[in-house]
């Protein structure tokens, strides 16, 4: 049985903890009313700022967002664009050739082989031999592989038979059904 005192004491702990809980309770409420003070307060800013931005897109003429290309340089017929092939599909020559002559390159005779050279890569690619045409090389790799769907890499070329005013001028496109 417990005595007296010990129930007295008991009871005086529990009391003691049951003030501590509530002045607990009474802080978070402190706090809850603080954040929903805030909240409101953002609110009114988000409203505000979403109200000036939008008599800012009136003011400019907000457009939507345009698809973002690379951009050519004016002058594509002073580079001369020449397809080496082996065999290969029609149809993807005939869309090539139709892409060199619509952008406005100056198109080459290129030649196509009953085998392919061993100097030729087995691989679609298309070749720069100077830094000048290095950045036109990776845009002509990126729109054929658009309407062809065929992954053409872009990698220097041999300069060995290339005289200095060619390869600042000449693009090779190689493109072999034996992929």
Known sequence: MVSFAAFIYLMNVGIEERHDMKSDIKALGDLHKESEIEKTELKNEIHVLTQEN????????????????????????????????????????????????AEGYNAALGVNYLTLPSWSNRKPG??????????????????????????????KGSSENANSGEKNRTIFIHYSKAQ
């Open 126 to 155: 298309v070749y720069y031999h100077s830094e000048e045409t290095k950045y036109l090389a990776k845009i002509i790799a990126l729109d054929i592989e658009e309407f062809t769907g065929i992954q053409f890499h872009v990698k």
């Open 54 to 101: 939008d008599s800012l897109k009136n003011e400019i003429g907000h457009e939507a967002p345009t698809q973002v290309t690379a951009e050519k340089p004016a002058g594509l017929n002073k580079y001369t664009v020449r397809v080496y092939s082996n065999t290969p599909n029609a149809q993807v020559i005939k869309e090539i050739d139709d892409y060199i002559y």
